[in-house]
């Protein structure tokens, strides 16, 4: 991992755990486990709001909203690595002419 940022094992972790929560979000609430796990041990007063159709679209928004934000992230690293390789591939070049002479 040399030529890394400090901060790109964290980023990486944040992308997963963005990727990992959207995709749950966005599945989970259409799913027999909503009702087995979320909406069943809830209170009663919460059973109404957990199975309306509105409240679950919310939560799939929300997990749309963290798959663009994993994605935005995983963009932003191949843009930074397609920058930094023309640069690579001229010093190599570059290197490998005078190597010749």
Same mark, same amino acid.
């Given at each position: 991992?040399?030529?890394?940022?400090?901060?790109? @094992? !964290?980023?990486? !972790?944040?992308?997963?755990?963005?990727?990992?929560?959207?995709?749950?979000? +966005? @599945?989970?609430?259409? %799913?027999?486990?909503?009702?087995?796990?979320? +909406?069943?041990?809830?209170? +009663?007063?919460?059973?109404? &709001? &957990?199975?309306?159709?509105?409240?679950?679209? #919310? !939560? +799939?928004?929300?997990? @749309? !909203?963290? #798959? &663009?934000?994993?994605?935005?992230?995983?963009?932003?690293?191949?843009?930074?690595?397609?920058? %930094?390789?023309?640069?690579?591939?001229?010093?190599?070049?570059?290197?490998?002419?005078?190597?010749?002479?």
């Amino acid at each position: 991992m040399t030529g890394r940022r400090p901060g790109f @094992v !964290l980023e990486m !972790l944040w992308t997963i755990y963005m990727l990992e929560a959207g995709a749950f979000l +966005v @599945v989970s609430p259409f %799913r027999r486990f909503w009702i087995q796990r979320v +909406v069943n041990p809830s209170p +009663v007063a919460l059973q109404g &709001l &957990l199975l309306s159709p509105h409240f679950r679209s #919310l !939560l +799939v928004g929300i997990g @749309v !909203l963290h #798959l &663009l934000a994993a994605m935005t992230q995983i963009e932003r690293w191949r843009r930074e690595r397609a920058s %930094r390789a023309p640069v690579s591939r001229a010093r190599s070049a570059a290197a490998a002419g005078q190597g010749e002479s």
